[in-house]
């Protein structure tokens, strides 16, 4: 019963109105203006072929589904091409999803860690050259990052 006192007693506390920032709204105008970009898995859930939640709806361990990390290999990756492609199709942008997935991988060199113990112990099969940052300089480039772990 405290717990229910205590959700009714903040649901009664008035939220702060939202005012997004000058820059802000520029970012959204751009992007609604925008209208055409590409949007990429990336990551270990792209080798299994059936989704980006596939761990959790096969009810896979943690175990058996880090299995799957060393599949991922980006080495023939070729940064210019997809954006070559991209912008022959009329693409304003490019979106890898995910620079971390909520699976724990991420898309960076673990030699200096960033995030939960379990993101250091899967990024350590991936490096620096697993992100496409190389096509930065040639479109709008830009990463999903989840916060969730399904370790943790």
């Known amino acids: 019963m405290p717990r229910l006192l205590a959700l009714a007693l903040l649901l009664t506390i008035p939220l702060a109105a939202y005012e997004p920032t000058k820059e802000n709204l520029e970012a959204r105008q751009w992007f609604q203006d925008a209208k055409f970009g590409l949007f990429i898995h990336w990551g270990v859930y792209a080798t299994i072929g059936k989704g980006e939640w596939v ?7 943690i175990t058996e589904y880090e299995r799957y990390a060393g599949l991922f290999n980006p080495e023939k990756f070729d ?17 890898f999803t995910r620079s971390k997935h909520h699976d ?7 030699s200096s860690p960033i995030g939960t113990s379990s993101t250091a ?12 940052t190389s096509a930065a300089a040639r479109i ?6 989840s916060q969730l772990d399904w370790h943790s």
């Open 140 to 145: 709008k480039l830009f990463f999903c990052h």
């Open 79 to 95: 940064a210019k091409a997809w954006v070559s492609m991209a912008k022959k199709a009329g693409m304003k942008y490019i979106t």
């Open 121 to 132: 112990r899967l990024t350590a099969r991936t490096s620096s050259s697993s992100l496409p």
């Open 55 to 61: 761990m959790q709806q096969q009810k896979m361990s």
């Open 104 to 110: 724990g991988f991420a898309m960076w060199d673990s």
